[in-house]
């Protein structure tokens, strides 16, 4: 796995999730939102691989580190909610592809719980603890969502 993959699939997992949410159609929603949480896999087990040499252990650590640097708060619990995130996401998409009536059809709650989440995991994730170039990428992502719920309102 190389740096392209971890860098490269989470800026088109932003890219695309950002997509999905101001996209109008559905078909184009549902193939955005897809994308971009099958690229989060890819970022995941890139980043796995690369940058943690396949250790729980390792991730756990440099989720500390980089909480303490940033908050002043030492701890790793960060990862479990990226390993949440990452199921959650995972799940609804395949969810919305395997009964698409059903999810539909599922309670509006439950629909912006899930939206929601992707959107405070992006603006930790993608916004927070990020510098340069994906923290821009991230920003630009976050605030166009943002708007497309404000405009759908």
């Known amino acids: 796995m190389t ?31 897809s994308l971009a949480a099958a690229l989060l896999l890819v970022h995941s ?15 756990v650590a440099a989720t500390a580190r980089q909480t303490r640097d940033l908050t002043g708060f030492d701890s790793g619990s960060g990862i479990y909610v990226n390993y949440a995130f990452l ?15 059903r999810y539909a059809a599922r309670t509006a709650w439950l629909s912006r719980f899930v939206h929601g989440f992707v959107w405070f995991m992006f603006l930790n994730g993608a916004v927070i603890f990020a510098d340069g170039w994906m923290r821009a990428i991230g920003c630009a ?8 719920w404000r405009a759908r309102r």
Do not use: N
């Not at 993959?5 to 955005?32: C, D, P, Q």
């Not at 992502?141 to 497309?148: G, R, Y």
């Open 87 to 101: 199921l959650i996401w995972v799940a609804d998409a395949v969810w919305w592809w395997q009964a698409p009536a």
């Open 141 to 148: 992502a976050v605030l166009a969502v943002l708007i497309a």
């Open 45 to 59: 087990v890139a980043a796995f691989g690369t940058i943690y040499g396949w250790s729980h252990e390792v991730a």
């Open 3 to 33: 740096e392209f993959a971890v860098y490269g699939a989470v800026a088109g997992a932003i890219v695309s999730w950002a997509a999905s949410e101001v996209a109008r159609a559905t078909v184009v929603r549902r193939a955005f939102w």
